[in-house]
């Protein structure tokens, strides 16, 4: 079976109450392929998620940027996936390069984090990808499968589980890993999970890439077999989403 193509949209730390109703209002009226073919998921950040879920058209998803590692309680700050359930999010990115490198989040911490919000019901976003110091040291499998197999440790139902691949020197660079950079680590990546966690999680776990994509770049970097879809940062907060959207029918025409 055909693995549903998956675009996400990380909004990161932006918006206001205005451009949060603009973004909404523009991805509302767009024109874009049955969820039956594709599944978006739009990320907000967290003060914004019940004014997106009220507006919000019923055929996209709405996933938070990240939750707790366990149970919430005395934790400052923190939103515990349990309070995510509660709303309705159905979707969480986990693991996200930025909080790696700028919250020390380790890839344990990582893993323990992916396993609590499966436990509750959460769908997840699971990030992984190397820095430009690892790909230029020829380390970047290594890199992806130890963060890969932290993930792996945890859990062992990966039906809810979207795998991202962003190299970190890829994002909000401009600069982005050409379609035969990504395709290879996709490539070794779904041959990891054979290897390691078994056939049937590597055939139908969806491998997405993210890393400075934008309508220009999406229809080569779609058109590889293993890229199952992208997470899009800057460009998701613009009209080019939906051309990013729409990227699949690149892969609609090799079926």
């Known amino acids: 079976m055909a693995r549903k193509f998956f ?113 509750v019901g959460l769908k997840v976003i699971a990030c992984i990808g190397e820095t430009l110091q690892q790909r230029e040291s020829g380390s970047t499998m290594a890199v992806v499968a130890a963060q890969t197999k932290a993930i792996a440790d945890k859990v062992s139902n990966w039906a809810n589980v979207v795998l991202a691949y962003e190299p970190v020197w890829a994002i909000g660079t401009g600069k982005v890993a050409t379609p035969r950079q990504a395709q290879e680590v996709h490539l070794e990546l779904r041959k990891w999970l054979h290897d390691s966690v078994g056939a049937e999680v590597a055939a139908t776990t969806r491998i997405i890439y993210g890393g400075s994509v934008n309508g220009a770049n999406c229809k080569e970097l779609a058109a590889q077999p293993d890229i199952d879809g992208f997470l899009v940062g800057g460009a998701s907060l613009k009209p080019e989403f939906v051309d990013i959207i729409r990227s699949l029918t690149v892969k609609k025409s090799q079926l």
């Open 7 to 119: 675009i996400g949209g990380n909004w990161k730390c932006n918006g206001t109450l205005e451009e949060v109703k603009k973004i909404v209002t523009m991805l509302n009226e767009a024109e874009v392929p049955s969820e039956n073919v594709v599944e978006v998921v739009v990320s907000p950040p967290f003060v914004f998620l019940p004014l997106v879920e009220s507006l919000l058209r019923p055929d996209f998803q709405l996933a938070a940027q990240n939750c707790w590692v366990r149970k919430g309680g005395a934790f400052t700050g923190e939103i515990s996936a349990e309070m995510l359930v509660n709303l309705g999010i159905p979707w969480v990115i986990i693991g996200h390069s930025e909080r790696r490198s700028l919250l020390n989040e380790s890839n344990e911490f990582v893993g323990d984090k992916v396993a609590y919000a499966l436990s």
